[in-house]
């Protein structure tokens, strides 16, 4: 459908949708493919291409691929799918604790791999390479790139989302993010041989101060390594000793190709944002809901998505008030945020890092808290919602924008 808008004193011809989705990775994907069956004119919108590289340890649980509904055995016929039985945790220069769970609790994958495979699924438009250069409103609707509009926009673009930098959320703002310096590279057979790490037995490496942790992750031959910490002023510092530390262990390989990438996140309990407004919503990362402590962001970007079509399903006039139960099915399925910590119950450093020492020597502690609590969120039961309708991989179907 095709409607004029007047732009710079010239009519300009504006194709319209039922809504538009800003970004394509798994939160912007995952709402595309559970609406595409409802009849809306879906178009998604994302600056890249792909398959596209995205540096991510990347782990999907039983619980995320059974949201998604993926059988783990279809998609590791053609991606890479590296059962975790186990885990190595420590603090960083101290003895590590290795745990095996008897069975397979998480899988490693190629992020690049895996967004590719869910948005080859997806059977709504498509306008990828598309970088969002202009949103504005209009009688009511959205206007993307002087181009599409929609009564309904989806901020899914992660935490640089233009959406969201478009209601002040964002970079620049005054919320803390978690800093990341990582890199994913295929090993040579030397390095390889020379690394010690298992892949079916990530390893999670704690700073002694608690505010920030290292990890690395083997995925067949492809290896993936770095450190996250809340102050990014000393995160070159404490990486360089740790990337120190696994070299002299032989954990990871003496020669490392390229450079560690930047990548940022915001944690669930630190978002100030909105999830809603007039005729807008953000999920994913764009809506700052990656776990804590872990800053695990996969599966709360695909519940999320499931929880907006939900909402979105049920018709709402698309008005802030209509759409906030999008916001308090969040609230219920991830806690409710608290914006003023009490600082009053805090447990003091000198306290509770020597504590967290101790702790990190307990393979109790260290599996049934650290795993299977921070990094599992197997306490978190599966998401309830009504059956999405069953749908096929079907390239040929793409309708691209």
Not at 50 to 60: H, I, L, S, T, Y
Request: glycine share 8%; charged share 25%.
């Amino acid at each position: 459908m095709l409607t004029l808008r007047r732009l710079a004193g010239r009519p300009v011809e504006m194709d319209y949708y039922d809504l538009i989705i800003i970004g394509g990775g798994p939160a912007g994907s995952t709402l595309a493919w559970a609406l595409q069956s409802t009849g809306k004119r879906i178009l998604l919108i994302d600056k890249a291409g792909f398959p596209r590289d995205k540096d991510c340890a990347g782990w999907v649980t039983p619980a995320g691929f059974d949201a998604l509904q993926i059988d783990p055995s279809d998609y590791g016929a053609n991606n890479v799918l590296e059962p975790i039985r186990g885990f190595r945790i420590g603090m960083i220069g101290r003895r590590a604790v290795e745990n095996d769970h008897g069975e397979t609790v998480s899988y490693g994958i190629h992020r690049a791999e895996f967004d590719h495979y869910l948005i080859r699924r997806v059977r709504t438009d498509l306008a990828l390479k598309t970088p969002i250069t202009a949103i504005s409103q209009s009688n009511g609707n959205w206007v993307i790139n002087q181009r599409w509009e929609t009564p309904l926009l989806i901020g899914a673009g992660g935490h640089f989302c233009p959406v969201a930098r478009f209601i002040g959320a964002g970079p620049g703002n005054h919320e803390s993010v978690v800093t990341t310096r990582e890199m994913e590279f295929e090993m040579t057979p030397q390095q390889a041989e020379a690394c010690q790490a298992r892949a079916d037995r990530p390893e999670l490496w704690f700073c002694r101060d608690l505010r920030g942790y290292a990890w690395i992750f083997r995925k067949g031959n492809h290896l993936n390594l770095g450190l996250g910490r809340e102050d990014p002023q000393h995160l070159r510092r404490y990486l360089n000793r740790f990337v120190a530390l696994m070299q002299q262990e032989q954990r990871i390989p003496p020669d490392l190709p390229g450079r560690f990438r930047n990548h940022t996140y915001l944690l669930y309990d630190r978002a100030e944002r909105p999830l809603v407004d007039d005729g807008l919503m953000l999920i994913g990362d764009a809506a700052g809901l990656a776990f804590g402590p872990s800053g695990e962001g996969i599966r709360p970007a695909v519940e999320s998505a499931l929880i907006a079509a939900n909402v979105i399903r049920a018709e709402p006039d698309l008005s802030a008030r209509s759409l906030q139960p999008y916001g308090e099915a969040i609230a219920r399925r991830f806690g409710t945020r608290s914006m003023q910590p009490d600082n009053s119950t805090r447990m003091p450093d000198w306290v509770r890092v020597p504590l967290a020492s101790r702790l990190m020597k307990s393979h109790w502690f260290t599996r049934k808290v650290v795993t299977e609590r921070w990094f599992l969120h197997q306490q978190v039961p599966p998401l309830d919602l009504p059956a999405l309708p069953q749908t096929r991989q079907n390239a040929a179907n793409w309708r691209h924008a």
